[in-house]
């Protein structure tokens, strides 16, 4: 059959990395079935669409917004009338449109006559026009075409989301919008925004007007805005689930209305960040304030937080001592349920469905219809699901970790004992400091469990990736979620038997680059950073960044490692390490490239030749750069490694061409600089040690380390 440009870049990638012969469609996620056909449907022009059944303006404007994304899929700026035709078929105008029981499913058949898509509902729709917009293909002359295929598909989970956390970086609305717009093309649907911490509070209130005045600190949402994000999500799929958190990461609030605020004796940090539980007045605050933001967020569900409440948040306030003495609570954890009922019953009587963190059900007497949120480790799924409770999976997804696509691609929602810190690295962490063991409790830390029986399983909602703003901006959000959210959402979406890691990656290239065509700016957002590093020269970065990825797991964030030590420290987001894709697509192209190669692809050694000599020049530029602007300096000792891996590279292919084995001073040189490399990421490989642990130059990981391990082990060095 004939493959298409974008679909050929495809099946080089599957061919390079193991996976087997590539379909000629490369579509993310994968679709429950698809049948491919020999053939090609030509796109001359815009789609004549019909409809039969549910018809609505919500469906109008997602048909238009897909005739227009022809323009940024295609290249072609404008198409005539007299495409080919789409019949659309929506069965049924669906009430649950934007819920948990929306109707997603679809069918999709392209053939010699057009495109016909059948959906269950409205949502349906939607999923299926993402899916054409990926089959979209344009040649070398510019034509447009699509593949002849069938196509059956329908969702694992019902929700699969992202959270962004606007307390600690206020993100623009502008920038969430397109986050949105990339969701609708993979088929997410929870924008969980997490809009109140310690650090800011982010909606305005019209009832509390000091929690946007002086806690938003000049960055917040008007009510006006939240409502257009909130319309303008739905127009494509998507919920949005407000969280604001309580009682604990309340420090805003308490900013802005201190008389809330416990106040223990002799425990001043604690009492400043948490609510006071023992006062009516409390329960007022929260119980206005929520139903006024839950007539801006229509969504059932409501998050309400619930974690890490500090262990001596409350104790010695003599409030709350009398409140336990009242109301028989024995712990701090009891306390915490007792507010959380109060809570509760007031958002069940606004309609509401509490969502809270897995802390909430520490003291397993919170009402059934809590949705629990497990994030520490995959034991949480199974202990919730154990009471009763509906769960919503982010153990093993914080995408603000910097760890790879495959990472969390490889974790199942519906493992119990996959995330999570082992018993082992726990022991350990709590002998690095004080400090670090007062916060590795017994819940990080993931102990063996048996599988979720199937009540459990029916249990478990589905997934969601949180990032976290510590280390992340509005100007580099974009690269901090894709594309590995795109990886997540075929974990989300996909059956469970779609684990192939290297058919994943080779789709995710073509994926991104196709959300690059539809708005993402990750790409823009590089070069613009590159060239405040070094304006008017900022090209040999560019090539560099391609080879790195910033160190994982909060190694970055600087400020711990300066508290640890007692200083102060002042975190910069303009580096390099910033600017770094998390898992650069470039480098591991190149590694699947040098495995091939060392496993005897004799035709792919000159374009490994070509990437070695560009390196090699590419470090002398750097250097070049280093000596009048300060900012690439730090960077030096990793481009020199990488110019180091090129020379040890070169001489691993002349060793292969000529069959004989690596000179021994070689075979030394490449085992000093890539052990270093390797040491320099294992740093960073796991959460708390990475404070710790060698910090690599300018904070920058070498991506393509095994690649050119693999071709000296090769060469017999």
Same mark, same amino acid.
């Given at each position: 059959?004939?493959?298409?440009?974008?679909?050929?870049? !495809?099946?080089?990638?599957?061919?390079?990395?193991?996976?087997?012969?590539?379909?000629?469609?490369?579509?993310?996620?994968?679709?429950?079935?698809?049948?491919?056909?020999?053939?090609?449907?030509?796109?001359?022009?815009?789609?004549?669409?019909? %409809?039969?059944?549910?018809?609505?303006?919500?469906?109008?404007?997602?048909?238009?917004?897909? $005739?227009?994304?022809?323009?940024?899929?295609?290249?072609?700026?404008?198409?005539?009338? +007299?495409?080919?035709?789409?019949?659309?078929?929506?069965?049924?105008?669906?009430?649950?449109?934007?819920?948990?029981?929306?109707?997603?499913? /679809?069918?999709? $058949?392209?053939?010699?006559?057009?495109?016909?898509?059948?959906?269950?509902?409205?949502?349906?729709?939607?999923?299926?026009?993402?899916? #054409?917009?990926?089959?979209?293909?344009?040649?070398?002359?510019?034509?447009?075409?699509?593949?002849?295929?069938?196509?059956?598909?329908?969702?694992?989970?019902? %929700?699969?989301?992202?959270?962004?956390?606007?307390?600690?970086?206020?993100?623009?609305?502008?920038?969430?919008?397109? @986050?949105?717009?990339?969701?609708?093309?993979?088929?997410?649907?929870?924008?969980?925004?997490?809009?109140?911490?310690?650090?800011?509070?982010?909606?305005?209130?019209?009832? /509390?007007?000091?929690?946007?005045?002086?806690?938003?600190?000049?960055?917040?949402?008007?009510?006006?805005? *939240?409502?257009?994000?909130?319309?303008?999500?739905?127009?494509?799929?998507?919920?949005?689930?407000?969280?604001?958190?309580?009682? +604990?990461?309340?420090?805003?609030?308490?900013?802005? /209305?201190?008389?809330?605020?416990?106040?223990? !004796?002799?425990?001043?940090?604690?009492?400043? $960040?948490?609510?006071?539980?023992?006062?009516?007045?409390?329960?007022?605050?929260?119980?206005?304030?929520? &139903?006024?933001?839950?007539?801006?967020?229509?969504?059932? /569900?409501?998050? *309400?937080?619930?974690?890490?409440?500090?262990?001596?948040?409350?104790?010695?306030?003599?409030?709350?001592?009398?409140?336990?003495?009242?109301?028989?609570?024995?712990?701090?954890?009891?306390?915490?349920?007792?507010?959380?009922?109060?809570?509760? $019953?007031?958002?069940?009587?606004?309609?509401? *469905?509490?969502?809270?963190?897995?802390?909430?059900?520490?003291?397993?007497?919170?009402?059934?219809?809590?949705?629990?949120?497990?994030?520490?480790?995959?034991?949480?799924?199974?202990?919730?699901?154990?009471? +009763?409770?509906?769960?919503?999976?982010?153990?093993?997804?914080?995408?603000?970790?910097?760890?790879?696509?495959?990472?969390?691609?490889?974790?199942?929602?519906?493992?119990?004992?996959?995330?999570?810190?082992?018993?082992?690295?726990?022991?350990?962490?709590?002998?690095?400091?004080?400090?670090?063991?007062?916060?590795?409790? &017994?819940?990080?830390?993931?102990?063996?469990?048996?599988?979720?029986?199937?009540?459990?399983?029916?249990?478990?909602?589905?997934?969601?990736?949180?990032?976290?703003?510590? #280390?992340?901006?509005?100007?580099?959000?974009?690269?901090?979620?894709?594309?590995?959210?795109?990886?997540?959402?075929?974990?989300? %979406?996909?059956?469970?038997?779609?684990?192939?890691?290297?058919?994943?990656?080779? =789709?995710?290239?073509?994926?991104?680059? =196709?959300?690059?065509?539809?708005?993402?700016?990750?790409?823009?957002?590089?070069?613009?950073?590159?060239?405040?590093?070094?304006?008017?020269?900022?090209?040999?970065?560019?090539?560099?960044?391609?080879?790195?990825?910033?160190?994982?797991?909060?190694?970055?964030? @600087?400020?711990?490692?300066?508290?640890?030590?007692?200083?102060?420290?002042?975190?910069?987001?303009?580096?390099? !390490?910033?600017?770094?894709?998390?898992?650069?697509?470039?480098?591991?192209?190149?590694?699947? =490239?040098?495995?091939?190669?060392?496993?005897?692809?004799?035709?792919?050694?000159?374009?490994?030749?070509?990437?070695?000599?560009? %390196?090699?020049?590419?470090?002398?530029?750097?250097?070049?750069?280093?000596? &009048?602007?300060?900012?690439?300096?730090?960077?030096?000792?990793?481009?020199?490694?990488?110019?180091?891996?090129?020379?040890?590279?070169?001489?691993?292919?002349?060793?292969?061409?000529?069959?004989?084995?690596?000179?021994?001073?070689?075979?030394?040189?490449?085992?000093?600089?890539?052990?270093?490399?390797?040491?320099?990421?294992?740093?960073?490989?796991?959460?708390?040690?990475?404070?710790?642990?060698?910090?690599?130059?300018?904070?920058?990981?070498?991506?393509?380390?095994?690649?050119? =391990?693999?071709?000296?082990?090769?060469?017999?060095?």
């Amino acid at each position: 059959m004939p493959i298409r440009p974008a679909a050929l870049a !495809a099946a080089c990638a599957f061919a390079l990395l193991g996976a087997g012969p590539a379909a000629a469609v490369s579509l993310t996620p994968l679709p429950q079935s698809v049948t491919e056909h020999e053939g090609v449907l030509p796109v001359a022009g815009r789609f004549v669409v019909t %409809w039969t059944g549910c018809r609505e303006p919500m469906l109008d404007r997602a048909a238009e917004r897909f $005739q227009r994304d022809l323009a940024r899929l295609t290249g072609v700026e404008t198409f005539a009338a +007299g495409g080919p035709a789409l019949e659309i078929t929506c069965a049924a105008a669906d009430p649950g449109a934007l819920t948990l029981e929306a109707r997603e499913a /679809y069918r999709l $058949q392209v053939s010699p006559r057009g495109v016909a898509l059948q959906a269950d509902g409205p949502v349906g729709v939607l999923r299926g026009l993402a899916t #054409l917009r990926q089959l979209l293909e344009t040649g070398p002359d510019g034509s447009a075409s699509l593949p002849l295929v069938a196509i059956d598909d329908a969702p694992r989970f019902p %929700w699969r989301g992202v959270m962004i956390d606007t307390a600690r970086h206020f993100m623009s609305v502008e920038t969430i919008k397109r @986050q949105i717009d990339a969701m609708e093309q993979v088929k997410l649907n929870v924008l969980h925004l997490h809009l109140s911490d310690n650090e800011a509070f982010r909606v305005e209130s019209r009832r /509390y007007p000091r929690l946007h005045e002086v806690a938003g600190h000049g960055q917040f949402y008007t009510q006006g805005q *939240i409502r257009e994000l909130v319309a303008y999500a739905a127009d494509r799929g998507v919920r949005v689930a407000p969280e604001f958190d309580v009682p +604990g990461h309340a420090r805003a609030m308490t900013l802005a /209305y201190p008389q809330l605020a416990s106040n223990p !004796a002799g425990a001043p940090a604690a009492g400043l $960040q948490v609510l006071n539980p023992a006062s009516d007045e409390t329960y007022r605050f929260v119980e206005r304030l929520f &139903d006024e933001m839950a007539g801006l967020f229509p969504d059932a /569900y409501f998050h *309400i937080g619930g974690d890490e409440v500090p262990d001596d948040a409350w104790a010695g306030d003599p409030q709350v001592e009398a409140l336990m003495k009242a109301e028989g609570l024995k712990t701090k954890a009891e306390v915490e349920a007792h507010f959380h009922r109060r809570i509760h $019953q007031a958002l069940t009587r606004r309609g509401k *469905i509490v969502v809270g963190w897995e802390e909430v059900i520490d003291t397993g007497t919170l009402p059934r219809d809590v949705v629990v949120h497990a994030w520490r480790t995959s034991n949480a799924t199974a202990r919730a699901t154990a009471l +009763g409770h509906k769960t919503i999976v982010s153990a093993g997804y914080y995408l603000d970790l910097l760890n790879t696509a495959a990472f969390s691609y490889r974790l199942d929602p519906l493992d119990t004992s996959a995330a999570g810190m082992p018993p082992k690295d726990a022991e350990a962490a709590r002998k690095l400091h004080p400090l670090v063991a007062r916060f590795v409790t &017994d819940g990080v830390i993931v102990q063996p469990m048996a599988p979720l029986s199937p009540e459990q399983e029916a249990l478990v909602l589905g997934g969601e990736a949180p990032v976290w703003a510590e #280390l992340i901006t509005d100007e580099i959000l974009d690269s901090r979620l894709w594309p590995r959210a795109a990886a997540l959402a075929e974990r989300f %979406w996909s059956p469970r038997e779609v684990r192939d890691e290297g058919d994943m990656y080779a =789709r995710l290239a073509v994926q991104q680059d =196709r959300l690059r065509r539809l708005g993402l700016q990750d790409l823009a957002t590089r070069a613009r950073m590159a060239s405040r590093l070094a304006p008017g020269a900022s090209e040999p970065l560019l090539v560099l960044l391609d080879l790195v990825g910033p160190a994982r797991n909060m190694a970055h964030d @600087q400020r711990v490692p300066a508290l640890l030590r007692g200083e102060k420290f002042v975190q910069n987001f303009n580096g390099l !390490a910033d600017a770094a894709p998390v898992d650069s697509l470039v480098a591991r192209a190149f590694v699947a =490239r040098a495995e091939h190669v060392a496993a005897g692809d004799a035709e792919g050694r000159a374009a490994l030749r070509g990437d070695f000599e560009v %390196w090699a020049a590419n470090h002398r530029r750097v250097a070049a750069l280093a000596a &009048d602007h300060p900012a690439v300096r730090d960077a030096l000792p990793v481009s020199a490694d990488i110019a180091e891996m090129a020379a040890v590279g070169l001489a691993a292919l002349d060793a292969l061409e000529v069959g004989k084995p690596l000179a021994p001073d070689l075979a030394a040189r490449a085992k000093t600089v890539l052990d270093r490399a390797d040491a320099f990421e294992a740093a960073s490989a796991r959460p708390i040690f990475s404070f710790f642990g060698q910090r690599p130059p300018a904070d920058l990981i070498i991506m393509v380390t095994p690649g050119v =391990r693999a071709l000296v082990q090769a060469a017999g060095g």
